[in-house]
């Protein structure tokens, strides 16, 4: 059996992420989904927990048809010391045979640690990506459109745009301008 491991910090799980694991599906036989950051939420980089981010891949998977039983979720922690990171993720994850990663520093790690790596293809990654589809929660925009309905439908469940502005309004305002939640917090 081919096991593929996909490691990324879906915050939140959006389309340019279930086209990377659709591309890890269709070239091995089971999936590791692996939740990076796993010990971080409630920041603005990482809002949502780990098991918040492991419903919504569950939710965008079931969506789209997927057999859940190809995919074993788990969640993976930083490690302070990066030499020992791979290490780590071997320890925490079943067997694998391919890591995909875009992440030119995990490349690195893995690489070193004698793993093959393969990219998967980005899909409009100037819009596809966690920061700017957070930064369009906070400031109100159409974030809407870069996830599957259901797992947009889960945001709303777990209040994901109003926890995002409460953690933007914290931060001090040159920062918030930075990150995309300028409005927030300052009545403008």
């Known amino acids: 059996m081919r096991r593929g491991l996909l490691i990324g910090r879906f915050q939140p799980f959006h389309i340019g992420h279930l086209k990377a694991i659709e591309q890890a599906a269709s070239e091995n036989d089971e999936v590791i989904v692996g939740i990076g950051s796993a010990q971080y939420s409630y920041t603005l980089d990482n809002p949502f927990t780990a098991g918040e981010r492991i419903e919504m891949i569950r939710i965008g998977l079931r969506s789209a048809g997927?057999?859940?039983?190809?995919f074993v979720p788990v969640p993976i922690p930083d490690v302070g010391?990066?030499?020992?990171?791979?290490?780590?993720?071997?320890?925490?994850?079943?067997?694998?045979?391919?890591?995909?990663?875009?992440n030119p520093f995990v490349r690195l790690?893995?690489?070193?640690?004698?793993?093959?790596?393969?990219?998967?293809?980005?899909?409009?990654?100037?819009?596809?990506?966690?920061?700017?589809?957070?930064?369009?929660?906070?400031?109100?925009?159409?974030?809407?459109?870069?996830?599957?309905?259901?797992?947009?439908?889960?945001?709303?469940?777990?209040?994901?745009?109003?926890?995002l502005r409460i953690i933007a309004a914290q931060l001090p305002t040159s920062e918030r301008q930075v990150r995309g939640g300028q409005a927030v917090g300052q009545g403008s």
């Open 81 to 102: 010391e990066h030499h020992l990171w791979m290490s780590r993720v071997k320890a925490t994850v079943p067997r694998f045979d391919v890591l995909y990663t875009n």
């Open 66 to 70: 997927f057999d859940l039983g190809r």
């Open 109 to 163: 790690l893995a690489e070193a640690a004698g793993v093959k790596v393969r990219e998967p293809v980005l899909v409009e990654r100037e819009h596809l990506n966690g920061t700017g589809i957070r930064a369009l929660m906070i400031s109100g925009g159409d974030w809407r459109r870069y996830v599957q309905p259901e797992v947009a439908a889960y945001l709303d469940e777990i209040r994901a745009e109003e926890r």
